[in-house]
């Protein structure tokens, strides 16, 4: 897809993939990873029960603006992974896929978002000066909450 950019992440734990899968598996522990600025929080009522075909609602806030998220777990394979796509959202495209690999007794979480801006060359503008900055923020902020809550044993 043009202008389509990637963004790929890995985290490793010394825990067990069943243990950290079980945790990615429990949409409410989103709002756990997530910078607090973003105001993210899950509009479908919890628990949501997780599986391929499941749609779940959002709001988050973009420079001080509500917008609306929703996502489709296209895939799911329990524990080694599962997909999440924007069918309504700030993206044009967004496709994140999660994988679990386990790695001497721990997990090696892997995450490889592919994603396109609208508005065409404001978009890739934009992707310059903030929005591929600001993806990787969350996901540095995201494997470090992840490192807390899943302490070396």
Known sequence: MRG??????????SMPIDEVFAFFSEAGNLERVTPPELGFQIDTPLPIEMGKGTLIEYTLRLFGFPIRWRTLISEWNPPHGFVDEQLKGPYRFWHH?????????????????????????LGRVAHGLYVRRDLERIFEYRSEVIAQIFPDR
Not at 4 to 13: D, M, R, S, V
Not at 116 to 121: I, S, T, V
């Open 97 to 121: 896929t999660h994988t679990f690999r386990e790695d001497d007794g721990g997990t090696v979480i892997g995450d490889e978002v592919r994603y396109a801006l609208p508005f065409g060359p």
């Open 4 to 13: 389509e950019h990637e963004l790929k992440t890995t985290t490793t734990l």
